[in-house]
């Protein structure tokens, strides 16, 4: 007598953020607390800004994969609640910084604070913040942690100079892409994750595994951020749709279409990204083009890989309610649409 052997289904994790929420809203009071205080001075235009941008609603994932980390390797000290303050500021700095850089007139749905504060208090507050981050860092005592986030901030630094000097440019590789991406968003990502592990007195294979959770994350982040930009609106992203087009920015699903566009297809491409196609019906004619050579499918797909890879760092820890969050939040990093 033989019998079939009928496999049970599989269950597959649900891609949702608010297990990583819940599993940190305890320690982000603690954080928003070192963030309130820290950001005060007695100049009150330094306040008013950074409270400008910091209360506009981001979901302060990096510092919560602070908070996570320290769950799934069983800290319970309180040393991270400072330092994932300080990763906040260092990427509230950026922020203040990029938005001058790149000009934009949104962020999280409000206007930019340059275009309200101006540039020079803008770039002049990100500096602010920068040195608060350090004093926290400082703080905490720890030579390692120091040399994590020190690090990070130069990678970044060096990341959006490597974009600058690659926007406009049609040439510019898949390769390279993700070299910019690695470094202006992945570092962060990855340094939140490990300092995590360095301030629990973890292994060297428990501080690596956390740092490519991160860092894999951070990747797939950037990568459904470009697709969203030919594949949302303002409303849902808060920022304005197309800022990527305009800007000439080599993301990835331009640099797909191109690559897998005609002669015709590729001569729009190149005068578009040099800045002379850049109206609202040049927009949507390069939407239709990305569409066509599912540019935005394929950059979610790869998306995809990325946040499986992070996903995948995580197996060396015990199965808990923290890994059960932090894969969620993986895989609502590639489902989202905001």
């Known amino acids: 007598m033989t019998a079939d052997v009928v496999p049970l289904p599989r269950k597959e994790p649900e891609a949702s953020i608010e297990p990583m929420l819940a599993l940190t809203a305890p320690g982000m009071n603690q954080v928003n607390q070192v963030i309130l205080d820290r950001m005060q001075s007695e100049v009150p235009l330094i306040p008013a800004l950074a409270g400008h941008l910091i209360s506009g609603g981001g979901k302060r994932l990096r510092p919560m ?37 790149d000009g934009s007139d949104l962020r999280r749905g409000k206007a930019a604070a340059n275009i309200i504060f101006g540039n020079p208090a803008t770039v002049l507050v990100g500096d602010f913040l920068f040195s608060r981050a350090f004093e926290l860092m400082v703080e905490d005592g720890s ?92 409303a849902t992203m808060g920022k304005d749709r197309g800022d990527d087009f305009r800007e000439g920015k080599m993301t990835l699903p331009v640099i797909l279409a ?70 969620q939040a993986a895989l609502f990093a590639v489902a989202r649409g905001y």
């Open 143 to 234: 030579l390692k942690v120091l040399k994590i986030l020190s690090s990070a901030s130069a990678i970044i630094a060096e990341g959006e100079v490597d974009q600058l000097t690659a926007q406009r440019k049609i040439d510019t590789s898949e390769q390279r892409y993700l070299h910019i991406i690695r470094a202006k968003t992945a570092a962060l990502f990855a340094a939140a994750s490990r300092i995590a592990a360095v301030v629990a007195e973890c292994s060297e294979e428990q501080e690596q595994a956390l740092d490519e959770y991160g860092r894999n994350l951070g990747v797939a982040f950037q990568l459904v951020d470009d697709a969203l930009d030919y594949d949302s609106n303002a």
């Open 258 to 327: 191109y690559a897998r566009g005609d002669e015709e297809e590729r001569t729009f491409w190149k005068a578009a990204i040099a800045g002379h196609r850049t109206s609202d019906e040049d927009l949507d004619h390069a939407i239709r083009l990305i569409d066509r050579h599912n540019a935005v499918a394929d950059t979610r797909a790869r998306a995809r890989h990325f946040a499986q890879r992070a996903i995948d760092a995580l197996s060396i820890f015990p199965d808990s309610r923290a890994r059960q969050a932090m894969t």
């Open 65 to 101: 994969l602070t908070l996570a980390g320290a769950e799934v390797v069983g800290y319970n000290g309180a040393r991270h609640y400072k330092l994932a303050a300080a990763v906040e500021f260092i990427h509230t700095a950026t922020l203040l910084h990029d938005d001058v850089v």
